[in-house]
């Protein structure tokens, strides 16, 4: 209703938002629908790293995605996209969990069968542009969004002190709890006031979007 091209969206498992009330089969058929309906494509995010007795049963929900109507697939683990790629005609984006930052990285996705990469959201406008340029992929970024103090697809911070893995979907945001930082001699560090000194402030690019628009990005991805 706002005029997006294209929506995603995570259905019951295998999502990076494992926590969430997250779309049921059945809901997903009907949101395929409407976004059909309203000329919008619908991509799904399969976007965790997957255990052994997870990828079959992970290719198995994807492919009912696809019968469903789904129009894309946005993945991380390569075992699925090679699997994906080998037994189905999916669409599949390279998901920003795989840390793609320059045009080798690109070019790889390409070549496992990915038709689009979302660039690792720290990614500097400048690279983005020449990353388009080398490759002539279709790439799509993030113009707002959550930004995490780890790289995209790399933080184990969640992981390490609390057993919750950011890359399985149930990342519990440690970096956005209040910390106090010390230096050798016991002195306080950083701004009087600031107690989240680990917590960066989400993305917004709206001045930034004419710079953005002019390097050839496919796709803009607002969160």
Do not use: W
């Not at 938002?17 to 629908?33: C, I, K, V, Y």
């Not at 790293?49 to 894309?72: I, Q, R, V, Y």
Request: charged share 20%; aromatic share 6%; hydrophobic share 40%.
């Amino acid at each position: 209703r706002c005029g997006a091209d294209a929506v995603y969206l995570g259905g019951p498992a295998f999502n990076a938002r494992a926590s969430a009330a997250n779309f049921t089969m059945e809901q997903l058929g009907e949101a395929f629908d409407y976004c059909h309906i309203h000329n919008v494509k619908a991509y799904v995010t399969l976007n965790t790293l997957l255990k052994n007795s997870e990828l079959l049963p992970a290719f198995d929900a994807a492919c009912d995605m696809l019968h469903m109507g789904a129009d894309a697939f946005i993945v991380q683990d390569l075992g699925l996209i090679r699997m994906l790629k080998k037994h189905t005609n999916a669409e599949l984006h390279a998901s920003t969990q795989m840390s793609i930052h320059n045009a080798c990285g690109v070019l790889a996705a390409q070549k496992l069968g990915c038709s689009r990469v979302v660039l690792a959201r720290e990614t500097p406008l400048g690279d983005i542009a020449k990353i388009k340029k080398e490759t002539g992929a279709e790439i799509e970024i993030f113009i707002h969004c959550a930004l995490c103090i780890g790289f995209s697809g790399q933080c184990l911070m969640s992981s390490m002190l609390g057993g919750r893995s950011g890359n399985r979907g149930r990342c519990a945001q440690p970096c956005r709890l209040p910390y106090e930082a010390y230096d050798k001699d016991n002195h306080r560090m950083g701004e009087p006031g600031d107690r989240y000194p680990l917590s960066p402030k989400d993305m917004c690019t709206v001045e930034l979007l004419p710079e953005i628009v002019k390097s050839g990005i496919m796709s803009l991805k607002i969160e």
